[in-house]
């Protein structure tokens, strides 16, 4: 091979390079934040809250404090605080729908049911999804359940269908 030849076919390469390079279909974004990073170990309660109309889970946190599983219920129904709102964190779940005192957890082989004091059946999904999630989590990170099991949501209009939490 000449130094011609040698050189005309580096510069094919180079420009191949270039161009499958170029055109691998990945285009320019503007910058995509995080939250914050923790500092240490988070010791907390994991809700749901949703972000873009999905289940996000946000852990808040108890300062040491055990929380069950009615507490975690109530604080999902009294919403998202000022910095989950700042980042763009909603609740569909109603501000007065809170467990039932004391919460029937049933562990059977359809699942977990979820007795609230208030209307289940004109829930949003958004709003059912939160407490489904919710409520797995909160279950099984006492030792009582299956965060992937099945949630039944009653309320003295009725019940809604079990659901597991569509988050994997």
């Known amino acids: 091979m000449t130094g011609r030849r040698a050189a005309r076919a580096l510069l094919t390469g180079v420009l191949l390079l270039t161009l499958l390079a170029t055109g691998c279909g990945v285009r320019p974004s503007g910058v995509i934040t ?19 109309g999905r289940p996000a889970l946000v852990i808040r946190e108890t300062k040491g404090i055990t929380v069950s599983p009615e507490q975690t219920l109530g604080l999902l129904a009294a919403g998202p605080g000022e910095s989950e709102r700042s980042q763009g964190l909603v609740s569909e779940v109603p501000a007065g729908l809170v467990p039932a005192s004391p919460v029937t957890w049933t562990a059977d ?59 994997k």
């Open 34 to 52: 995080g939250r914050s990073a923790t500092t240490g170990p988070a010791v907390g309660v994991g809700l749901y809250l949703l972000s873009h």
């Open 109 to 167: 082989g359809s699942g977990l049911t979820v007795t609230m004091t208030g209307p289940v059946l004109p829930l949003s999904t958004g709003a059912a999804d939160q407490i489904i999630c919710t409520a797995a989590l909160a279950v099984a990170v006492t030792g009582g359940g299956d965060s992937f099991a099945p949630v039944t949501i009653a309320g003295p209009d009725g019940a809604r269908p079990p659901r597991p939490c569509p988050i």
